[in-house]
């Protein structure tokens, strides 16, 4: 079952879509995209885990942040404090619609940043999952923009090489704008631009040392996958391995052989998807 469902995240309504099996579920999971995404995930790939965790018994919200998809608000206002907030929001209407249940929180690329923030408060979730996460901090944010934005540059150069590509161009279906926002965005000042210093009651600095305390002390499961294709992988992976040494938890990274951020190709993305839930399912059965 897919219901339509409103939050009321502050002095936003936030839109998303919740999966549910038709009885009790056996947990759920609340998805959380990146910077320019959307409920639907990259190339729907939220979608179709959402309806896989929904077949194997487990309730799913998939849902826009504030200023993205149907939500309400500007992006140019939502900074990554605001996100953390509108995944609160997101997470408590799980906890209270589903008591009893085990909860966790997926994101990709920034939207597991969000995610790891998340942790911040109680109550937290039973665990997180991981895609593709970046380090935290202005100066690797900067630099990393500029490589995932040379590393998007590529991809859609191999599209433009594809008849399938031009096909979908003759007909109208391809989008410019989604195109040049992909492209564009991991360029934006974080600190200025989209918000970050002006909505957030804390500076960057501040938010991520209180993002990565918490989850130094987190105690939950954390399963963390990158592509080895993608260029911000190696940094990314290196930073939390070393932050999971020492963590009370259990920690366990994974890597999709070929894939870049997004796991685009249709058989990375089966992968990442077929290990997400064998993950799931072997910790909440």
């Known amino acids: 079952m897919e219901e339509h469902v409103t939050l009321a995240g502050g002095e936003r309504r936030l839109a998303g879509i919740l999966h549910a099996p038709g009885s009790a579920p056996r947990g759920w999971a609340v998805l959380v995209h990146g910077w320019t995404g959307c409920k639907l995930g990259p190339h729907r790939m939220f979608v179709k885990l959402a309806r896989r965790l929904e077949s194997s018994g487990w309730a799913c919200l998939r849902f826009d942040l504030r200023g993205r ?30 008591p009893g249940c085990p909860g966790i929180l997926l994101g990709i690329c920034s939207g ?33 923009g500029l490589v995932k934005t040379g590393s998007v540059l590529g991809t859609y150069w191999n599209k433009a090489k594809r008849l399938e590509t031009w096909k979908k161009a003759l007909r ?69 391995e070393e932050i999971c040494l020492e963590r009370p938890g259990e920690s366990r990274f994974e890597e999709v052989e070929g894939a870049n951020h997004s796991f685009y190709a249709l058989d990375q993305e089966a992968e990442l998807l077929e290990r997400t839930m064998d993950w799931i399912q072997s910790r909440w059965t």
């Open 172 to 240: 109208g279906r391809l989008q410019p704008r989604m195109i040049a926002k992909a492209v564009l965005s991991p360029l934006k000042d974080r600190t200025g631009r989209d918000g970050r210093g002006g909505e957030e009651p804390e500076d960057e600095a501040t938010l991520d040392r209180k993002y990565l305390d918490a989850l130094s002390r987190y105690e939950g499961p954390l399963f963390f996958v990158y592509g080895t294709a993608d260029p911000m992988a190696s940094r990314g992976r290196k930073a939390f």
């Open 69 to 98: 998809g149907d939500s309400e608000g500007e992006e140019a206002s939502a900074g990554l404090g605001g996100m953390v907030a509108d995944t609160r929001t997101a997470f408590l209407h799980m906890r209270d619609r589903f």
């Open 112 to 144: 597991a940043n969000v995610c790891v923030g998340a942790l911040s408060e109680e109550p937290r979730p039973d665990g997180l999952v991981l895609w593709s996460m970046p380090t935290y901090g202005s100066q690797a944010q900067a630099r990393q």
